[in-house]
């Protein structure tokens, strides 16, 4: 048996003979820093106080042989606990697929033919059962209520909600199959527009309330949206967001350049808090509240295929335009669901509180559709975790009696930074799950989210997954005997058949490394790109037919663990966020008297990655605090704040390092951003001019 590193004894369990052993040492106080652990099992003391939906690591390992065995009769049990109004075919199978593109399209369904609607089972039946006067949301606005504007509702009154919603958005023309775009701040309101547009079979866009007028514009017409649904603004921290001027902006802006009209715009007034004056187009806009004046608060259910669409999100590719990544009804229903419930182990009873945003997947899956499918009762939160201070995850941790926390690994760090004091003031002993999203967590963020937050007795867990997967499909699940190893994504979630391939498509067995692959399809993964399936092809099954490719590289290590290894193609993460190098690219060269540029993600304390933005300027054109406000305005009205530019490298006349081909060679950017010196450049034979290295190393150039 491996020894296990010591870890701290947990606060509470030792509450009486703690006070002369802190249970870590804080920032600050002169100690040195105690390396983080490399393996921390389960802690015990969750294992003994929770109940558990898998008790051990073997009951996984047998639950997961079953969903491999046969996935079939293994989905289907799990499917029929949902509400079907008329059943899938008996005598045709759950899941049909094919995901080699030279052997026909791409293609994976699930209980095709049967009809059910994701809302009536988030919302009626919980209502129908009893459990109306549960609480769904408990809602925490951005600062800490000095608007008063803190509340709660129960599942009978989302219910009722949504049926207003889903009636106004009715009579505003919306039908099933058409698409509706929320562009709105993160509360109660968004995930009700998503749940009214999913009741009526209308396929919902969620744009995020960050993203400029310009990507607004790019997705209304790529959505095809006609309505669109915003706020007047919303306070965010210390800043009001003028989100209304930013969405009409927007419409402007896909007439011009995309010739795509949006008919109607619904305005929620004070959604965000505080009230903005904003002009309404008459015949176009409409007060939220008028249009849901004297609507009924019932609606009848529009029952859909398993395989009509349920929403599209877009999110960054290597190449070009956003992806539409498009989700059905009734695979990812029971994704989102399932994966909840095990990876969280979910209680009934539980307090649930995920920071993300519905405007990126996570807020989709793991706010309004996952906890609601189970019944859960979950804090929305309007803010930021650090205002009015770094404590205020902790206020709300400890104000709802939180169970399971999800958030990501950059607001852990920036937490951290900020100092444990603002930890310890609150009572967190609430948490027996701590989640994680977004980017492989870095060991010592693990460690004080498991040391400090969790008091070394709540489990970590490392969620992996991507927009395209609709749900988990890697996690240290919380059972026992498991020894989690900070950084390590490790199980495949039930269903999933990962796989590392070698760069010729080889499979590489063992302990190693390669392209983290998926072989089989599962209930929750993408089924096309809005208006595009040929780049669904492309993108995802065509370097390894037979498979899906996630982009990401992993490492199997002895035990048959995974890590994630980051990204192997040109999408960098910043914060947790995907930007396509391309995206920033064009947009650099957007500014006048910029030529050309390449973008490479270097190491980040915070936000994980941040950008080294390489530009070559017109020939006679100097860099100058000018021209680098030129680019961040450019980068700000194109994508939005998260593409701000860390370092900007004015590159000489030479130019960028290119293959005889015109490639660029990222990889010598990548070295050379990261301070990698002469020794580090390796092969640079393939470079058409030699002397670009010396230009762009500052070396006297030959
Ligand atoms: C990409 C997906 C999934 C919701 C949030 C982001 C990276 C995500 C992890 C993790 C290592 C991770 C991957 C992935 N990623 N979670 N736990 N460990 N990497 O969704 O915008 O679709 O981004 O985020 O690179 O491909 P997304």
Redesign the pocket.
Known sequence: PRSLPAVSPPRRAAASSQSASPPQASAGDGAAPRPPPTEVPVPASYLEANEHHLGSLAEYETLYNQSVADPDAFWSTIAREFYWEKPWPADAPAVSWNFDPTAGPVYAHWWKGGRTNICYNALDVHVAAGRGDNVAFFFEPNGDDDDGRRRSVTYAELLADVCRTANALTAAGIRAGDGVVTYMPMGVQLPTVMLAAARIGAVHSVVFGGFSPAALAARLAAAGAAVIVTTDGVGRGAKWVPLKAAADEAIALAAAEYGHTVTTQLVVRGGGGGEADVPMVTGRDVWWDDALAGAADTAPVVWVDAEDPLFCLF??GSTGAPKGVVHTVGGYMVGAATTFKFSFNYMPGDVYFCT?DCG???GHTYVTYGPLLNGATQVIFEGIPTYPDAGRLWAIVARYRVNILYTAPTALRSLKRAGDAYVTAHDTSSLKVLG??????NPEAWDWYYSVVGDASATVV????????GAHV?VPLPVAGLSLKPGC?QLPHLGIVPALLDDNGNVVEGEGEGNLVIARPWPSALRTLMGDHGRMESTYFSRFPGYYM???GARRDADGHLW?T??IDD?L?VS???MGTAEVESAIVGVPSVAEAAVVGIPHEVTGEALYAFVVLMPGVEGNDGLRAAITAELRARIGPIARVETLHWVGGRGLPKTRSGKILRRLLRLIATGGGEGDLGDVSTLADPSVLDELLGRPVA
Request: aromatic share 10%.
């Open positions: 999110t960054s993300a990126w997947i996570t994680t999203v977004g980017e492989p967590i490392d969620s992996y997954w991507q927009t395209e997967t890697i994504a996630t982009g990401d994630l980051g990204r999408v993460n947790g966020h995907r």
